[in-house]
Every structure is written in structure tokens, then in C-alpha cells.
């Protein structure tokens, strides 16, 4: 995750609508539904076409302001100063064709996201006992461009995002709830983060009890490619496709009659965790929280 000054950034919810210039709330979904060929019964969202969602011009939120907004589903105050990033346009020239010189008349500026000062990114590691891997104070190379880093150990500030045992009663209580996506997502089923099938729709186990869940609503982005470089076996990895982090699912509990407690301690549990999934829950994909609809 980004980190700017000991505070970390996550991308902003994608179900966000500016309110005024500072200040964004939870987009409404309608209660009508959209005929569709996934097998599931969809609302969609209650917004004209000029309202754009706040990731398209403020994609990192703080964390203060991802809890603000997990519990009240709405932020009052957006200071998009403090972003951990500024735009940098950087100015490029046309090539005419099969020759090196500039094409007369052509320049162009794109648009680059170039980090802040103070700025870094924050990754937690797990290694077993007794393992020699210490990245503490060290120097490393990171990415395919193998740009030179530094380590150095940071508060674990991730904890701030579990809340107080009230929240995930509130949230069984009014029987729905959202899931966001702070990383991006590698799930079993696609883009479902549950498994599901047509008899029985979208279900999880936990500790041996069938939690049956029904999809209201999803805002996800395209899903996104994902590869790389395997130096142990010196090849390309396979690809996989991911849901963008940000994406946002929103849940109703289909039955929690005489299992209000058991589903308290599902959602306490998944939390601020990650969906299993094999090695690339392991690797840091599918780290989610949940939010209250407001």
C-alpha cells in the first residue's frame, strides 16, 4: 500500500459520488433490477450522468478517511491536497515515420502521477522461524526497471482498519453490508469473492456453518491482467485476470435467523483480511473490509 509520512493510502471506493466540492457520499442503488445474463438478480445505481465517481479525480483515500466512510458512507471532508501524488505533464514529440527527427508540428503532453516527497510503499512480510530474511535497513532493487529502494521497518498502521465489535453487530442487525477491495482481487469464481451456484446462490463457510449471502449491487472496473517473471524457473508466470482494488460488492444476509453470533465472528474475522485463495491470498491479493449501506 502507498504511504505518505507513517500514514497509509488506499484507493478510493469505487460506489463514491463528489457532494459539493469536498465532500462524498454511497451512491443509491435503486430498488428495480437490470435484466442480465450472469444468473444473478442486479440493482444498479440512482445517479444522473453528470455525477462521476470520486476515483476519477482522487484515487488514494487515507486511512481516517476509508473509516469515515466505512462507517457513516459518506466523507464530509476531502483535503485533496494531502494526496500522496501530483500530476506531471511531461511534453513528447511525434517521429515521422522510419526516421529519427521530429515531425513537424506534432508535440504532444501526457499527463505522468508522480509520487510526494515523504513518500513509500508499505508491504508486511510473513517468513518461517528461523529464516535469515531481514529487509531492515537494507538496500534492494524493486520492479522489472529494478529501481534502487530502501528499507527500513514502519509501524504496522494496517490494525486501524479493524473496528470496535459494535460495527459488525450494527451491520448484522440491519441484515446487509459492503465489501471493499483494498487490493486487488484473484478469486476462486471469477469475480465473485463467495462461491456460487444458480440453486443456491452466493454462500461462504465458517467454522463448519453455511453463511448464505445474496449480491444487491457491484461497481468494478475491467478486470485487470496480471503476469510476471519467475526467477526460479526462469520464465513468464501464467496470467491471471484480477478485479481493480477499489471495487465494491454490496451483500444482503439471505439467512441469519438463530446465527446472528456466528455471522458477527465471520465478518470480524474476514475484516481487514484477506479471502483465501492459495497462493495469491499469500502474496497480498484479496485484502478487503466491510463498510455499512447507508
Known sequence: FVAKNNTLYFPAPKDMIPVGKNAAKQVQIKENTLQNDLGITLAYADQSPKQKFIYNSQS???????????LNGEIKTINQKEAPYYIEDHVGIMLENGLKKAKEGHFYMTPYIRFAMENGLFFSIAHKEGSLLNFENQYGKLGSESRGVYFEKAQNNLTELTLENSFYKQIVQKGKFKLILLSHGIFEQGWLPFSFNEKEGLSTNFKSQTIKLKLLFATCDKPLKISGF????????????????????YFTIAEKQGNEDVIVKWLKSLDNHRIPNGMYSDMGYNHVVFGKII
Open 230 to 249: 519467475s526467477q526460479i524457473k526462469k520464465g513468464v508466470k501464467k496470467q491471471v485476470s484480477a478485479v481493480p482494488a477499489g471495487s465494491v460488492y
Open 60 to 70: 488514494l483515500l487515507p486511512l481516517a478517511l476509508i473509516n469515515e466512510y466505512r
